[in-house]
């Protein structure tokens, strides 16, 4: 008559002899399918390497776009810095709207020392430029009537309407060349502590950039980490895209592009190109073309590996991404195994439910991280107390099963439950951080507790909260538990 430590031994080898056969499984069907693709080898090279081809270009064309982040964040905050200036100017004129000569002279000659970016400061009472500061080079502007100059009154026009800063440019300037501009309406109280609604229009600010320096300023140069870098005003509408550095034939090419959203819903353009073209070939490209265009053996061989990898996918779907234990999934695959394998052997096998007291608090604590690393040691741990043949799953948040084949005497499942126990509450050093848990286990034995794996799940979880609502009671008597970690 065959022994229980007989049935176990064999049930162990069965499973194991199962396992293997999925496995040759996976090879015979990646074999067929490499012979079933050998004649279209060729063909199936070509669209990988393409496929490859792409996947590199899309890596560089990403870390041109890093780069281009990187510049879009520090020339906004070259921007921002000077609009703020700007804005104290609103600020100083609503205080003092009759403002003279050599109080603005001051203010503005302030301006400019805190930012070298500002080329130029100008007040327009009533759209009429009366103040600029440099006056030197700039007296032809003097005079000007924004709303007679077809160029520079729409921004004018679009600051009063939204009552806000409004970028232009860059715009031909009356006294000669070109700038960039920060248009800022001034609105001042028509009587004493009037509110917003009964402020009126006194006229417009302009904060003029020196592009170089604003560049500057900004660390923007036309090359940049291997990258040829160009910054633009896109066309809109009968305007035609306007440079203000670089070369334009950047924004021709295949090149990385970026948006810039700017006071007044302006927007400009920052655009990167490779000095010598997007990276295209690589040594993984290499290796497939040469193993395609070869021999048809080798695109043979790379059917069977790109198969296998397609059976080593499905596989992992079975799997905790987290802590790479087998999931719920597969582990009921394995009991409906064992069930089967156990009506015909008397195998059996045991279901230990191990659920962890007191989790969430630790995560709240020290934060989703921690918890993810205490999952992944515990999960470790219970794999490395365990056998091969045993399966280690990880089914829920903090919930784990321990699947142990063959029939065990009472007193092994009370000591390897404990063992159990114990190997999850011993603490751990996670980073800087020193932790513990416990754990409730629930047991449960297959086919004298349940004939079917539900039922038996289902009771080995009961039992596993009959546990934790005991060790509850004797914790902490007279107060009621609630459920949850």
């Known amino acids: 008559m065959q022994t229980n430590g007989g049935r176990h031994r064999e049930g162990i080898a069965v499973l194991r002899t199962l396992n293997l056969l999925k496995r040759r499984n996976g090879f015979w069907q990646a074999l067929v399918t490499a012979i079933v693709v050998l004649a279209a080898g060729l063909a199936m090279t070509t669209y990988v390497g393409g496929l490859i081809r792409d996947a590199n270009v899309d890596r560089h064309k990403a870390a041109a776009v890093s780069v281009l982040s990187e510049a879009r964040a520090r020339l906004l905050g070259a921007i921002g810095r000077s609009v703020s200036l700007g804005t104290g100017l609103m600020n100083y004129v609503v205080i003092n709207p009759r403002l003279g000569d050599l109080q603005f002279r001051r203010y503005s000659a302030e301006m400019m020392a805190l930012d070298k970016s500002i080329r130029s400061v100008a007040l327009a009472p009533d759209n009429v430029l009366r103040f600029v500061h440099p006056l030197q080079g700039n007296e032809k502007a003097l005079g000007l009537n924004y709303s007679t100059n077809r160029e520079q009154w729409p921004g004018i026009r679009k ?44 006229g417009v600010g302009s904060v003029v950039f020196d592009e170089q320096a604003m560049l500057a300023a900004a660390d923007l140069k036309p ?15 009968e305007r035609e895209a306007a440079a203000i550095m670089g070369d334009p034939a950047v924004f021709e090419a295949d090149a990385a592009r970026l948006d810039l ?62 802590t790479g ?40 604590q020290h934060g989703h991280a921690i918890g993810d690393q205490m999952l992944v040691e515990i999960g470790q741990r219970l794999r490395a107390m365990t ?25 092994d499942v009370t000591l390897f439950s404990r ?44 039992r596993m909260y009959a546990q934790k609502k005991e060790r509850f009671n004797a914790l902490f008597p007279g107060v009621r538990a609630v459920s949850g970690s």
């Open 387 to 411: 056998r091969r043949a045993d399966t280690v799953a990880r089914i829920g948040g903090d919930e784990f099963v321990v699947l142990t084949p063959g029939i065990m005497s009472q007193a």
């Open 325 to 364: 234990l087998p999931n719920r999934r597969l582990l009921q695959d394995r009991m409906e195994q064992l069930a089967s394998l156990s009506d015909r052997s008397g195998l059996g096998f045991q279901v230990f439910f191990v659920d962890l007291n007191a989790f969430k608090p630790i995560n709240d």
């Open 261 to 322: 959203e700017l006071p007044g819903a302006a927007r400009w353009q920052l655009a990167a190109f490779p000095q010598t073209g997007w990276m295209q070939m690589s040594k993984e490209l290499w290796l497939a073309l040469i193993a395609g265009y070869g021999a048809t053996l080798i695109v043979a061989g790379m059917g069977f590996l790109v198969v296998s990898e397609m059976v080593r996918a499905r596989q992992l779907a079975h799997h905790d991404p987290l």
């Open 159 to 202: 600051a009063m309407e939204t009552r806000s800063v409004v970028l232009v440019g860059p715009v031909n300037l009356v006294q000669g060349g070109r700038a960039i501009i920060a248009r800022i309406p001034i609105f001042v109280p028509a009587f004493a502590g009037a509110g917003e609604s009964a402020r009126t229009y006194w």
């Open 419 to 462: 063992r159990l126990a114990a190997t999850v509450s011993e603490p751990m050093r996670l980073g800087t951080v020193t932790v513990a848990v416990r754990a409730s286990v629930g047991i449960a034995s297959y086919p004298e507790d349940a004939t079917t794996i539900l039922e038996l799940l289902e009771l080995a979880d009961t």
């Open 223 to 237: 090359v940049m980490h291997g990258y040829e870098i160009a910054l633009q005003v896109p066309a809109s509408g």
